[in-house]
Every structure is written in structure tokens, then in C-alpha cells.
């Protein structure tokens, strides 16, 4: 279905990226006819080009570029990435310009908890027309989208939504994002959305406040 969702689409120029569920061939040939490059998520619904490239940076020493690290939602962040063109003649895959690896390392600044994830992907753009910062930023600008979508599936289980007649499925999900501003406007360090909604689930006085309609909320606004 990408595809022909692509078609209403001006895709000439521009950076197209995708989940490992969208690294399929038949997109990756759309998006090149259209004049774009595609930026796709490497997992094990491919599982020979997952092989080959976590084979290749299996010893990969040195990043190329290490992003400086972030604090964000009470965790110390930092990104670093590894390129490659030398697997472009030996993969099955059409188009391909540099396949990378991404390490995400993070410290909750709290608890000094380390966790880490390695993420291997694919482009079509050559290393002369994307260097590593470059491949970084766009792969970090795919996942703050797509934390958004994560939050509205995790917590409203948007994705099995049965409201599909009329104007339904489109007002909802604006009713859910709107919901979703609110409670991010209230939150804490530390508090999760879900956490929030169970609590506002059993105190429909402190959900008259989060939108002003009680006295009290619309006095501290005026204050």
C-alpha cells in the first residue's frame, strides 16, 4: 500500500524514510524513479541483508561521527554511526548508495542505568551525497516521528481502531492528539503518559482542570 500512497506525492529531491515493515524492492525502485532516495530500516524481514551488513560491522572500530550527547526526558543520549559503500555491489537490493549502523547509548541521569541498541540500515544516497552526520540527523528525524505515532498506538491502540465509515477515523485521531497535548502540557519528569491516564481515568474532577473548565484551573491561568 506505500506505493500508492506515494503516488499523490511531489517525491523529487527529497529523503524518504522508512521502518524495516517499508524495506522492501518494489518501494525502493518507486522512490528512485520519482528522483528520490529512500532510508530504510534494515531487520529480520530481510534477513540475508541483515546478515550481510551486521557481518561487515561486526569489527567496525572507530565511528565515523559521534552526535553530542543529549538530555532528554531525564536521560543523557548519544549517537554514533558507521558507513559503508563497500557492500553496494554484493547486496540484493536495488539502488544501494551506503549502508550504515547506528548505536544509541543512554543514561538515565537518575539512576545511572545504561542501556543500549544497534540499529543497521540502508540508503540509496551515495557517500558523496549524504556523509555520516548527515544520515544521522535523518535517521534521528524518522524515529521523533515516529515516537508520536508510538505513543498514540501504545496508549489508545490506534492501530486496531474499528471507526473506519465517514469522517470517523480522521476526527478521532485528531480527538487523541489533541488529548495527547494536553497531558504532555501537564507532564513530569519521570511520568509516563499511561501512568497519567490511569490516574485521570479515576478523577474526572482533575480532567475539568487539565482543560480549564473549573474555577480553580481558570483562576491559576489568569494569575
Not at 27 to 51: C, D, M, S, W
Not at 88 to 113: A, M
Amino acid at each position: 500500500m506505500a506505493i500508492p500512497l506515494l503516488a499523490g506525492c511531489e517525491l523529487a529531491g527529497r529523503d524518504i524514510t522508512a521502518d524495516a515493515l517499508l524495506t522492501q524492492r518494489a518501494l525502493a525502485e518507486h522512490i528512485v524513479r520519482q528522483g528520490a532516495h529512500y532510508h530504510f530500516t534494515v531487520k529480520g524481514n530481510q534477513p540475508a541483508l541483515q546478515a550481510a551488513i551486521a557481518l561487515y560491522f561486526k569489527e567496525r572500530g572507530a565511528p565515523d561521527y559521534t552526535q553530542t550527547p543529549t538530555l532528554a526526558h531525564g536521560r543523557i543520549e548519544t549517537r554514533r554511526i558507521w558507513c559503508t559503500d563497500a557492500l553496494n555491489d554484493y547486496l540484493d537490493f536495488p539502488h544501494v548508495g551506503q549502508c550504515f549502523l547506528i548505536e544509541r547509548e543512554s543514561v538515565e541521569k537518575t539512576t545511572g542505568k545504561h542501556s543500549s541498541e544497534v540499529v543497521l540500515g540502508i540508503t540509496s544516497r551515495p557517500s558523496h551525497n549524504a556523509c555520516p552526520e548527515r544520515l544521522l540527523k535523518l535517521n534521528r528525524g524518522h524515529w521523533t516521528i515516529e515516537a508520536k505515532h508510538h505513543k498514540l498506538d501504545w496508549n489508545y491502540d490506534e492501530d486496531r481502531s474499528r471507526i473506519r465509515t465517514g469522517r470517523g477515523p480522521e476526527n478521532i485521531t485528531r480527538l487523541r492528539r489533541f488529548a495527547l497535548g494536553v497531558l504532555k502540557s501537564f507532564q513530569k519528569p519521570g511520568q509516563s503518559i499511561a501512568a497519567m491516564m490511569r490516574r485521570l481515568g479515576r478523577r474526572s474532577r482533575t480532567v475539568m482542570d487539565y482543560l480549564r473548565l473549573t474555577s480553580n484551573s481558570r483562576a491559576t491561568v489568569m494569575a
